[in-house]
């Protein structure tokens, strides 16, 4: 790739440093494709795909540019025939012009530019692809008269990485507001993950969940969880993480790119007798209909039950009949 000259360096650095405010949360429209349109001249220029598949987003007054084109018709032979997407399928992210593949003569003659450049004047084609997820995300640019340049490719080759940190960059300022909502309006425990399971962004009922089970972390996950990530994904599992502590358990479940974590009540150790009682009393059982199930007195029903009730915590029957039904129904669902 050419050097490019120090007028042309001094115009990325300006342009990278103030790309972050053009475009905010879609950060590639806009005011971001016009400046763009100053570093590498074109009649037309836009983004497509990446984070919203299927659509483009044009330069501001390049909207109707190809207005009067038959997409249907016109992508099949796009599809079949263009040399440029045939090298992102091959090479991958890079950037490449149709005047790479063709001379003017040679483009004359083809069904692109019969289809798609000559009714609209245009010339040559440059194309930028991202290595983003999702993929996709490609910048395009049509120029008439002169072809693209060396220089121009080497333009937007020296872009590439700046684009992928502005693009990471807007889908975690998005991600991290919505988990601030969620955080406001339902108080979860929630932490969202970036790439190689990095965090994006862990609410304060999280991170105070972790920090009680796993102690101090400072920002990362702790070990344990982060080798059940991989282990899961390695053995397609979707058994969540379980860390007992006395008589409370943390429950870890991975939801798409986001850990759900709960904090639930363990059942404590019970004798036989005590647990018969207890799923009884889940039952409706009165304590006098318990005692002629079992053969026991009522006392001895009534004492069994006192000692259930400091087990669990509780001090009525509906509290500890609904302790039961939480648990049976915690391992349907699970």
């Known amino acids: 790739m050419p050097a490019l000259a120090r007028g042309d360096e001094g115009r990325l650095l300006r342009f990278v440093a103030e790309a972050e405010s053009f475009g905010g949360d879609r950060p590639f429209e806009g005011e971001f494709l016009t400046q763009l349109g100053r570093l590498v001249p074109a009649e037309w220029i836009s983004y497509c795909g990446g984070d919203d598949p299927g659509h483009r987003f044009d330069r501001p007054g390049d909207e109707g540019f190809y207005s009067g084109i038959d997409w249907a018709a016109v992508m099949p032979v796009l599809e079949a025939e263009c040399p440029i997407l045939q090298q992102f399928r091959q090479v991958g992210f890079a950037a490449f012009k149709i005047s790479d593949f063709f001379s003017r003569r040679e483009l004359y003659r083809t069904p692109t530019f019969k289809f798609l450049f000559e009714p609209y004047g245009l010339k040559d084609n440059l194309e930028l692809r991202l290595p983003i997820v999702p993929p996709g995300g490609k910048f395009g640019f049509d120029r008439g008269g002169r072809n693209f340049s060396a220089r121009d490719r080497a333009v937007v080759e020296a872009l590439r990485p700046h684009l992928v940190r502005l693009h990471r960059a807007s889908k975690s300022r998005r991600r991290l507001r919505a988990a601030l909502a969620l955080h406001e309006s339902t108080q979860a425990a929630v932490v969202l993950l970036e790439v190689d ?61 986001a850990l759900l974590l709960e904090e639930r009540r363990s059942m404590p150790r019970l004798t036989a007798r005590e647990r018969e009682i207890l799923d009884l009393v889940a039952e409706g059982k009165t304590n006098a209909e318990i005692a002629e199930r079992l053969w026991l007195s009522r006392g001895t029903v009534r004492k069994h039950l006192d000692n259930v009730y400091a087990k669990l915590g509780v001090h009525t029957r509906t509290a ?3 302790f039961v039904r939480e648990r049976q129904l915690r391992s349907r669902d699970s």
């Open 320 to 322: 500890a009949a609904a």
């Open 197 to 257: 399971d990095h965090v994006g962004f862990a609410s304060t009922a999280a991170r105070k969940l972790l920090d009680r089970y796993f102690g101090k972390n400072g920002t990362g996950l702790p070990d344990s969880v982060t080798s059940w990530l991989l282990e899961r994904r390695r053995a397609a599992t979707f058994e969540p993480l379980r860390i007992d502590a006395g008589d409370r358990a943390l429950v870890v479940e991975l939801v798409d790119a």
